[in-house]
């Protein structure tokens, strides 16, 4: 079992009540006992329970490794969020699980969902980053107009995933093993052709996901696995 604690330091620390409760409570671990822990900024640290307290259970440290797990690239993905929640949130579990650096929901042209629970989406991450033993916790930002978004500057291979008519490439030919990739995927409706053009005037490649029309999340993921097989 992988414990988050994004605040470890020192020799010493103490789980959060939550992650103490789990520990004594659930996983009934004793004085003694062996776990590991992440700071979720790629820290991996061994440790040993010297006091199993539900509440405060006191750990030791006994081995720490920086960078764990650290890929050869970044992998940014700019999505507009689905109307129904629990698709997001699949779509953000299932890309943390896999591997993803940075999110940014997206407010465009034909979103249907304005507003986001960014703390409720930062522990399905949380639940994600500890499920799949990954020592990485996604940066999610805040919902940001489509057309903002592009100025931002980025690093990196930009794409923007659309179905409409375009010289659309393949993804996996847009990417290059390595490098640092950002890719944007729109609404239940698509991007509208207009935020289309924004993208390809800010520097972004059109790439397509494939035959099929997928929904906003299952393209997402894809994204995220077209990005993950291309640096394998």
């Known amino acids: 079992m992988l414990f988050y604690t994004p605040d470890i330091q020192g020799l010493q620390y103490a789980l959060s009540e939550e992650e103490s409760a ?28 010297v006091e199993a307290h539900p509440e405060r259970c006191e750990t030791e440290i006994t081995e720490q490794r920086t960078e ?26 299932k890309a943390t699980e896999i591997g993803i650096d940075e999110i940014t929901p997206l407010l465009c042209e034909r979103s249907e969902r304005k507003q986001i629970h960014a703390e409720r989406l930062q522990r399905v991450m949380i639940a994600a980053m500890k499920q799949s033993q990954k020592a990485y916790l996604p940066q999610l930002n805040e919902m940001t107009p489509f057309a903002r978004w592009l100025e931002i500057p980025k690093q990196g291979i930009c794409c923007i995933a659309h ?18 990739a950002v890719i944007a995927i729109g609404p239940e409706g698509d991007f509208s052709m207009r935020e289309v053009t924004q993208a390809i005037d800010c520097g972004f490649q059109e790439i397509s996901l494939g035959a099929s029309r997928l929904r906003t999340e299952t393209a997402g993921v894809a ?6 097989f291309q640096n394998s």
């Open 223 to 228: 994204a995220c696995l077209g990005a993950y």
């Open 22 to 49: 789990h520990a004594v409570r659930v996983l009934r671990l004793k004085v003694g006992d062996g776990i590991t822990m992440t700071d979720g900024k790629g820290g991996w640290y061994g440790a040993r329970i």
């Open 68 to 93: 764990y797990g650290k890929r050869p690239y970044r992998l940014h993905i700019g999505i507009a969020p689905t109307k129904n929640m629990d698709r997001f949130e699949w779509f953000i579990e």
């Open 163 to 180: 179905c409409n008519d375009g010289r659309r490439q393949p993804l996996k030919t847009a990417c290059q093993p390595g490098r640092d």
